[in-house]
């Protein structure tokens, strides 16, 4: 059984003697955002979209994230790497396609079943994540199921003519994959159908309160509708297999990925705001996109990414010929029968929201469309008129939505781990001594450098600071450039680093960067040609620097098993994943298991390191082939430390690992008060290794890779390297430097 992972008093995860711990691993995986069956990837083009439209509840999600047959191969792959943990995604969509409150058992038990064989491989932690990008596949990303859409009155058939979002299937992928531009999915944050999903999401009540149906505002229909789902997934899990939490295999929930404000706190609806700071392709203003909705012709600006931001390219008139996203009385009447729905009687239907709520007309002179409450969701409408910015939505509308879900999974079990998750980039809210930080409380943060990310490439010469653009410290872009990679490094770590601390300054509770990684793809996909992932292993050595100088719980974006060098992740052209069966080889490095690598003059070998559960797997099990960059997702870190972490380094370039302790005060060199890391053979064959510490004495499981510190108490330290041959000093048989 895996230990009880228990929260310590200076907000670190320990077990339950008070040694510090780490977990480290991957999504796994993002197949889960499409269906196994039809199999959907969004490269797929689509011949009848109103036959596909109403297919959707007939799909099927039951073998992905795998094949329940391939699981133990997996998973060994990845306990290989030293990985204890796996951020499991679903969406909202596999569960209830069908209709509101119809769920998907069949799916669910295929999850618990999936569950049950990793419990049964042993060593691996698991937590949830009820998944969603820009709200819901058929708007461009994941999540939600196709009914929500129809719920706020829109029609998906022209939301491609109305640019109500941009999907990846609206491109010729299969002649040119390359014609999808480079991350343009994120941009559906910023158009009409995902602003408007998210509006009504969070704050339905205040700014949308004629859109109620069966009695109740659709803010509380569609927050309830959600959070029942997952509850009644957790309570199954709990209900047909209580061993899963009990034995803590299954550790913890996640609140939403990635939650989005949608138009609150725009100030102006007739101008871009100056808080975008994503804007690639056609870039609509708040009243364009309503504009646009409703068939109007419009000019809109179209914008570039250059490494400075975005820049404005020109216009283009798009043409929506008379096409509206909106539900005619007749298409809205036979949903609503279909899904027993009984809308209010003010809630028109074949007209935009926002201009049955007063925000825009339709000239009855001229017939052209008019903006009339520009600052609309600039303040609040609880009678205060409060500025409606990310600090007041994050504290007001998303804890609202926070509470609720918390007290219904609290209902549920008492004992796993909520992971809080505010939106991206965010200050945390302000919760210190609320009740919802209960002792069992994570923060999830995410990370991705922007620069990377929108390019594609790993810059060694220059980036920018991807926090300080987000919370907008720079009067221009280019005061955020760093140059330089040891900077870029630095710089990277930094932000973590100030992540971290100010979430532990206003909460007090752990940070786990439940989504980071690095795109694969880089450089227009020239390492699966000539076979050189130097940029790929450099970006995520620095990635990997920053975490470890802070000892942060991660899980990286992502491990794929339909992974592809032609169609990377299966989903709007992203290449995050760590594996690829295109990268398999004959000659992997298996081969440098050799026994005469576990050769030691100075340190003994053991067979048993009493650990609960390893962090690795067996020697005979192992199985390194189709890892992309390995030598830098491949790395020593403390599987278990007896007292609390300080720092920690590895150098790729020169394989010396450093890691400093505050050992507990009962570090007398006992065999029971040790500290253990994990010492992959790729970078430190025993027969080659060096250690230098302030104290100790050590021993070395090689079936595992794990070396045993004995330490004194106090502050330690220990330099673990290579032998210089060139050097003449003897190392003691203990390998003790006092």
């Known amino acids: 059984m895996l230990p009880r992972i228990v929260i310590s008093s200076n907000s670190e995860f320990t077990d339950e003697d008070g040694n510090t711990i780490v977990l480290r691993g991957v999504n796994f995986d993002p197949v889960v955002k499409i269906p196994s069956s039809p199999y959907e990837p969004t490269y797929q083009a689509i011949d009848d979209l109103k036959q596909h439209l109403q297919k959707t509840s007939d799909v099927s999600f039951i073998g992905h994230p795998i094949s329940l ?79 929500t859409l129809y719920c706020a009155g829109f029609n998906p058939m022209y939301f491609r003519e109305t640019e109500a979002s941009i999907l990846h299937n609206y491109y010729d992928n299969v002649e040119n994959p390359s014609s999808y531009p480079k991350m343009l999915w994120p941009t559906n944050y910023y158009r009409l159908a995902c602003q408007t999903m998210f509006t009504l999401f969070f704050a339905g009540n205040e700014f949308a309160p004629k859109c109620c149906l069966n009695g109740v505002n659709i803010q509380d229909y569609l927050q309830d509708k959600f959070i029942e789902c997952v509850m009644t997934f957790c309570a199954r899990i709990k209900q047909k297999t209580p061993q899963l939490f009990e034995q803590n295999c299954i550790i913890g929930l996640e609140s939403i990925n990635e939650p989005n404000r949608g138009f609150l706190g725009d100030k102006n609806l007739g101008v871009i705001s100056t808080e975008r700071n994503l804007k690639r392709g056609t870039t609509p203003t708040g009243f364009q996109s309503f504009v646009l909705g409703e068939g109007f012709a419009t000019l809109v600006d179209e914008y570039d990414i250059t490494i400075f931001g ?9 043409e929506p010929e008379g096409k509206s996203c909106w539900l005619s009385q007749n298409d809205r009447d036979e949903i609503d029968s279909l899904y027993g729905w009984n809308r209010d009687a003010n809630w028109i239907a074949g007209q935009c929201i926002w201009r049955l709520h007063g925000v825009w007309e339709i000239s009855s002179k001229d017939g052209s469309p008019t903006l009339i409450k520009s600052d609309y969701f600039a303040f609040t409408k609880d009678g205060k008129n409060r500025e409606l910015n990310h600090e007041y939505f994050i504290n007001h509308h998303f804890i609202d939505y926070y509470r609720k879900y918390y007290e219904r999974f609290r209902a549920i079990d008492n004992n796993l781990l909520i992971f809080l998750q505010p939106p991206v980039f965010q200050p945390p809210p302000k919760l210190k001594d609320s009740e919802l930080l209960d002792g069992r409380t994570v923060y999830a943060c995410h ?64 940070v786990f960067f439940t ?224």
């Open 447 to 510: 990370f991705y450098d922007g620069l990377s990310l929108m390019f594609k490439t790993w810059n060694r010469k220059f980036n920018v600071d991807t926090l300080g653009i987000v919370r907008g410290r720079y009067l221009n872009p280019v005061f955020s450039v760093v140059l330089g990679e040891q900077k870029i490094r630095k710089c990277l770590r930094r932000q973590l680093k100030e992540m971290k601390e100010e979430v532990k300054s206003a909460l007090d509770i752990p």
């Open 515 to 738: 989504e980071i990684g690095m795109p694969f793809d880089m450089d227009d996909k020239k390492a699966y040609e000539n076979k050189d992932y130097s940029s790929q292993i450099s970006a995520l050595d620095a990635l990997q620097y920053a975490l470890e100088g802070e000892n942060i719980s991660y899980s990286l974006w992502c491990y794929c098993s339909k992974n592809s060098h032609r169609w990377g992740d299966q989903w709007n052209n992203e290449d995050f994943s760590i594996w690829s069966s295109d990268d398999k080889t004959h000659d992997h490095v298996k081969d440098i298991y050799a026994p005469d690598t576990d050769v030691s003059k100075f340190i003994p070998l053991i067979s048993n390191t009493e650990i609960e559960s390893q962090p690795c797997v067996s020697k005979d099990l192992l199985d390194l082939n189709g890892f992309r960059a390995l030598e830098a997702i491949l790395r020593p870190f403390p599987v278990k430390i007896h007292g609390k972490f300080v720092n920690s380094e590895f150098d790729l370039i020169s394989k010396t690992y450093t890691l400093e302790i505050g050992a507990k005060s009962d570090s007398d060199l006992k065999p029971d008060s040790a500290t253990h890391i994990f010492l992959p053979r790729i970078h430190f064959p025993l027969k080659d290794v060096a250690i230098r510490s302030s104290s100790g004495r050590f021993s070395f499981d090689s079936e595992y890779q794990v070396l045993k510190w004995y330490h004194a108490a106090g502050t330690q330290n220990i330099t673990i390297s290579l032998i210089d041959d060139s050097s003449s000093h003897e190392i003691s048989p203990d390998c003790i430097i006092s």
């Open 69 to 147: 047959k391939d699981v133990a191969e997996h998973i060994t792959r990845l306990k290989s790497l030293g990985y204890n943990c796996i951020r499991v995604p679903f969406t909202w969509e596999s569960i209830e396609h069908r209709g509101p409150g119809e769920y998907d058992y069949d799916y669910m038990d295929y999850l618990i079943e999936l569950f049950l064989k990793i419990q049964e491989i042993g060593g691996m932690y698991i937590y949830l994540d009820p998944h969603q990008d820009v709200w819901s596949r058929f708007c461009g990303g994941s999540g939600a199921p196709l009914w």
């Open 310 to 318: 975005p820049a404005k390219k020109g216009t283009k008139q798009v």
